[in-house]
């Protein structure tokens, strides 16, 4: 199943889902203690339903609860994520992308960063994924 696109979704939604992300599997109290601003349990019930309707989300039944899990791996959530980066703000290029991502001061890279970025870009043209 290929994950859905996070333009999809609501600030909110997309709120539940990084907590969910993050925690690997979350119970609605669990999500309404990680929210800003923090909605009533009925609301957050209520968002976590639509979420599995949509087919972000699943259940399991865990004594009296349900958890909540997602429906689609990180690592395929994440590209899916950069590549709606990428086309939004980077008119689809790769290198302005990485670009601004080297451009940031908060975030010095160190000697083996640079070695496992100098290694991925190769293999990048080796491989012809520049072209």
Do not use: W
Request: with cysteine; net charge negative; hydrophobic share 35%.
């Amino acid at each position: 199943m290929s994950p859905p696109a996070p333009s999809d979704l609501g600030r909110r939604e997309r709120q539940i889902m990084d907590i969910v992300y993050r925690l690997g599997r979350a119970s609605a109290g669990e999500v309404q203690a990680e929210l800003p601003d923090c909605p009533s349990n009925s609301a957050v019930r209520g968002m976590l339903r639509l979420l599995e309707e949509k087919g972000y989300l699943r259940h399991e039944q865990d004594g009296p609860r349900y958890v909540y899990l997602p429906t689609s791996e990180p690592d395929e959530v994440s590209r899916s994520a950069l590549r709606h980066l990428m086309r939004t703000f980077f008119g689809g290029s790769r290198a302005s992308a990485l670009a601004a991502l080297l451009d940031l001061p908060d975030a010095p890279l160190t000697d083996d960063d640079y070695q496992r970025l100098t290694g991925l870009l190769e293999q990048a043209r080796e491989n012809g994924a520049g072209e």
